[in-house]
């Protein structure tokens, strides 16, 4: 899995993290990874399922130990999965 | 022209002589620019500058006098807008977004109110029957605060194959009715109260939607003596809404003395018995 951005929104809430993912989705090639640190509640019920439902793949989702959550996202685009 | 007339047409008497406040017919808290037009008009022709928003998503426009009435309602419908009622009828329905545009919505609420208002809106009973619709259990329409209230839940269904195994579901769930087994979820559905929030969260769509409802509440008020509703149905079925509504209105209408509310009525003659009418009900409509 190629490395690539590191966004931490946990300090975020609605409808920032949105923008902050956008832009940093924005910077990214089709098929790149981008890892996000969200909070726990509202963010993680939230954030993954919308990417997913813009089109990217979730890869990853891991609950941290400090009750936030690393999630890993495929932008979407890429053709196929990971080769 | 009589008061009790104009009353049940949705025209409410002012303190100031001669004078009313047009109560409008809205379903859901929406209208199209149109109707909104219409409104604008009447209010400027006869009205004095303003239009009351109420707390049940209506419009009222004050101040229209008692020489206008027939212009006024004629106007208005000629726009698309019907008239408000009052006294013992089936108000307005509320509802919130719903599942047109809310992301946690589970049932289309706006559309759900629109048939409710078609069928039942103006409909005879003893007392106000306000009636809500919550596209999901977050209630933002408040339906618990309605004589009936509806919020959308649904059945989830399990695909193993999407799963990525993140234990979100699990962690989210507010009966608790989702545990990690070998790192998949176990769903007990004997807790589940089919709110539909491990749906909406899992982020690889392994839980989808299985067969939808509402939650129906029944019982709540605000006015002089404020209860919220109790749960009357857990799950109900979408095709059977129209079968509870009825029997709730039956129930009122057996029952209920003039200008009781509808909780009240149910309290008098007991839950047991109300839930009973509605458990028939529902059975017997195919
Ligand atoms: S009740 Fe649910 S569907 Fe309706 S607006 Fe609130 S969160 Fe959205
Ligand atoms: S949230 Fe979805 S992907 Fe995560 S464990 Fe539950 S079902 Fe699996
Ligand atoms: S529908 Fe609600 S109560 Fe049932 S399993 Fe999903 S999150 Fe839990």
Redesign the pocket.
């Known amino acids: 899995m190629q490395s690539g951005k590191t966004l931490d929104i946990t300090n975020d809430s609605c409808p920032i993290t949105f923008v902050k993912i956008k832009l940093a989705l924005e910077s990214l090639a089709a098929g790149d990874i981008l890892e996000i640190l969200l909070s726990g509640g509202e963010a993680v019920k939230n954030v993954p399922r919308s990417l997913r439902a813009e089109g990217h793949r979730v890869v990853a989702?891991e609950k941290q130990s400090n009750g936030t959550y690393r999630l890993l996202v495929e932008k979407e685009g890429a053709s196929g999965k990971d080769s | 022209m009589d008061i009790a007339e104009l009353k049940k047409g949705g025209f409410l008497k002012q303190l100031q002589k001669d004078y009313f406040a047009v109560r409008l017919r809205v379903a859901g808290g929406n209208l199209t620019l149109e109707q909104l037009e219409t409104v604008h008009q009447v209010a400027k022709k006869y009205g004095k500058g303003y239009i009351h928003l109420t707390t049940r998503q209506g419009i009222e426009i004050p101040f229209i006098h008692f020489d206008h009435i027939d212009a006024v309602r004629g106007e208005l419908f000629a726009g698309g807008i019907g008239l408000g009622v009052c006294g013992g009828t089936v108000r307005g329905v509320m509802a919130c977004q719903g599942s047109y545009l809310c992301p946690h919505g589970h049932l289309d609420a706006k559309e759900l109110s629109r048939q409710i208002d078609e069928q039942f809106f103006a409909a005879q009973v003893p007392g106000k029957f306000k009636i809500s619709v919550a596209g999901c259990n977050r209630s933002c329409a408040k339906p618990q605060e309605n004589d009936l209230g509806f919020g959308g839940v649904i059945k989830p269904v399990?695909r193993e194959n999407?799963?990525?195994?993140?234990?979100?579901?699990?962690d989210i769930c507010p009966a608790a009715a989702?545990l990690?087994q070998d790192g998949?979820?176990l769903l007990d559905r004997e807790k589940c109260i089919n709110c539909g929030e491990?749906v909406t969260?899992?982020?690889?769509a392994?839980?989808r939607q299985g067969e939808a409802g509402v939650r129906v509440w029944a019982g709540g008020r605000i006015g002089r003596d404020p209860k919220l509703g109790e749960v009357a149905v857990a799950f109900l079925p979408l095709a059977k809404i129209p079968a509870a509504i009825e029997a709730s209105l039956g129930f009122f209408r057996e029952h209920g003395r003039s200008k009781e509310r509808f909780g009240k009525v149910i309290e008098r003659i007991g839950w047991r018995k109300y839930r009973e009418v509605m458990e028939r009900a529902v059975r017997q409509d195919a």
């Open positions: 989702l | 399990f999407d799963c990525i195994g993140c234990g979100l579901c699990a989702i990690l998949y979820p491990c969260a899992c982020p690889t392994a839980w």
